[in-house]
């Protein structure tokens, strides 16, 4: 079946509880000792959504503004508004460079209600058209140069919203796909020459795969869908459950080709060399076409030496960081050494992207 992107979907809530107990208690009083010292205003916000309430969180700088401001959105599971503290560095950066910061805790996660495995990537497109309405109305807000970042499988969830030509001022693509099924066979393909597999049991879990994704597409029930996976091979017999199996079927055609395609305004696009979950050559392909058709002559692409999906530092053969206790070190890493836990650079040239482009 098609892979999982950004997988915080494996711990779910529980991550806070190992957040809090872990960090706070063993780390808190080294961190005070270093803290940053970038000043920010936190504001919290509701706005509705369809027939969700969504807790949302502005940072801003000091001062009266108006500021240029930044959409976070979020990769694939169970994100709240600061992804357990892996935007942490990235917000402070951005709200000391002069930019207001904008994210939010998916729906049915934190306080929000609802449920994000109801949500198709468009669904998850007119949710950002909406909070961009709540910053346009205020003040404290530039409200012509509201920006993009996001991360993995927001790549398919970005380009949507350009549903105007300048419906946004820029966008920031971070480890994106551009093709689930085509991505989903990249990851299983990694995943299992990291388990030692051979080519040829490769090449069979992948075709296995595309039968699975043809069943995806038919007016099956899940124990039907429950029963295939059940039976076929060994590497490939893992069930989702209904409520993801839900989520896969409304979304397992997403192709950002062609919404990319229509994108006008400022690009950026970061990927990580040793990304185990994108086909990053792949991805690239389509960000130089889009720099290339004329259309768009501002597209940045930077590819960080020995990183990984999560632009953190890694060696090729690391596997990708899709288990809790990898997520736990990259989350504890973080809290230690904030932005010098990523690649080398990856905040700063992010940062200096956006401030050369639209602080003044």
Same mark, same amino acid.
């Given at each position: 079946?098609?892979?999982?992107?950004?997988?915080?979907?494996?711990?779910?809530?529980?991550?806070?509880? !190992?957040?809090?107990?872990?960090?706070?208690?063993?780390?808190?009083?080294?961190?005070?000792?270093?803290?940053?010292?970038?000043?920010?205003?936190?504001?919290?916000?509701?706005?509705?959504?369809?027939?969700?309430?969504?807790?949302?969180?502005?940072?801003?700088?000091?001062?009266?503004?108006?500021?240029?401001?930044?959409?976070?959105?979020?990769?694939?599971?169970?994100?709240?508004?600061?992804?357990?503290?892996?935007?942490?560095?990235?917000?402070?950066?951005?709200?000391?460079?002069?930019?207001?910061?904008?994210?939010?805790?998916?729906?049915?996660?934190?306080?929000?209600?609802?449920?994000?495995?109801?949500?198709?990537?468009?669904?998850?497109?007119?949710?950002?058209?909406?909070?961009?309405?709540?910053?346009?109305?205020?003040?404290?807000?530039?409200?012509?140069?509201?920006?993009?970042?996001?991360?993995?499988?927001?790549?398919?969830?970005?380009?949507?919203?350009?549903?105007?030509?300048?419906?946004?001022?820029?966008?920031?693509?971070?480890?994106?796909?551009?093709?689930?099924?085509?991505?989903?066979?990249?990851?299983?393909?990694?995943?299992?020459?990291?388990?030692?597999?051979?080519?040829?049991?490769?090449?069979?879990?992948? /075709?296995?795969?595309?039968?699975? +994704?043809?069943?995806?597409?038919?007016?099956?029930?899940?124990?039907?869908?429950?029963?295939?996976?059940?039976?076929?091979?060994?590497?490939?017999?893992?069930?989702?459950?209904?409520?993801?199996?839900?989520?896969?079927?409304?979304?397992? +055609?997403?192709?950002?080709?062609?919404?990319?395609?229509?994108?006008?305004?400022?690009?950026?696009?970061?990927?990580?060399?040793?990304?185990?979950?994108?086909?990053?050559?792949?991805? !690239?392909?389509?960000? /130089?076409?889009?720099?290339?058709?004329?259309?768009?002559?501002?597209?940045?692409?930077?590819?960080?030496?020995?990183?990984?999906?999560?632009?953190?530092?890694?060696?090729? +053969?690391?596997?990708?960081? +899709?288990?809790?206790?990898?997520?736990?070190?990259?989350?504890?890493?973080?809290?230690?050494?904030?932005?010098?836990?990523?690649?080398?650079?990856?905040?700063?040239?992010?940062?200096?992207?956006?401030?050369?482009?639209?602080?003044?």
């Amino acid at each position: 079946m098609a892979g999982v992107i950004y997988q915080f979907a494996k711990i779910g809530t529980g991550l806070a509880k !190992v957040r809090f107990f872990t960090i706070a208690l063993l780390l808190i009083p080294l961190l005070t000792s270093c803290a940053s010292g970038v000043k920010m205003e936190r504001e919290d916000l509701r706005f509705h959504f369809e027939t969700d309430e969504v807790a949302g969180v502005l940072l801003m700088p000091e001062g009266p503004g108006p500021f240029p401001a930044v959409i976070l959105i979020h990769g694939d599971g169970e994100i709240t508004w600061d992804s357990y503290g892996y935007y942490k560095p990235l917000q402070q950066a951005m709200v000391e460079a002069g930019f207001a910061v904008l994210s939010w805790d998916k729906p049915g996660i934190g306080n929000s209600t609802g449920n994000w495995l109801t949500y198709s990537m468009n669904d998850r497109a007119n949710l950002v058209i909406e909070a961009r309405k709540l910053l346009r109305d205020r003040v404290d807000i530039r409200s012509n140069t509201i920006g993009l970042w996001g991360i993995s499988q927001a790549g398919w969830v970005m380009p949507e919203t350009f549903v105007e030509a300048d419906a946004f001022a820029f966008m920031i693509a971070v480890s994106p796909a551009i093709n689930w099924i085509q991505q989903g066979h990249y990851m299983m393909s990694k995943r299992l020459k990291a388990e030692g597999y051979s080519q040829d049991a490769i090449s069979g879990a992948i /075709e296995a795969s595309e039968k699975g +994704n043809e069943y995806l597409g038919r007016d099956i029930l899940y124990r039907e869908y429950v029963e295939y996976t059940k039976s076929s091979q060994p590497c490939c017999q893992t069930v989702m459950s209904q409520d993801r199996w839900e989520f896969v079927r409304k979304n397992v +055609n997403s192709d950002a080709s062609k919404s990319l395609a229509r994108i006008t305004v400022p690009v950026l696009a970061i990927f990580g060399e040793f990304d185990n979950n994108v086909d990053v050559e792949d991805s !690239v392909q389509y960000f /130089e076409k889009l720099r290339s058709a004329g259309n768009n002559l501002d597209v940045t692409i930077k590819t960080f030496r020995s990183a990984n999906h999560s632009i953190m530092p890694a060696a090729s +053969n690391d596997p990708a960081m +899709n288990n809790e206790m990898s997520i736990y070190k990259m989350l504890m890493k973080i809290e230690f050494y904030g932005a010098d836990a990523f690649a080398p650079g990856y905040i700063d040239y992010t940062v200096k992207w956006m401030t050369e482009r639209f602080k003044n």
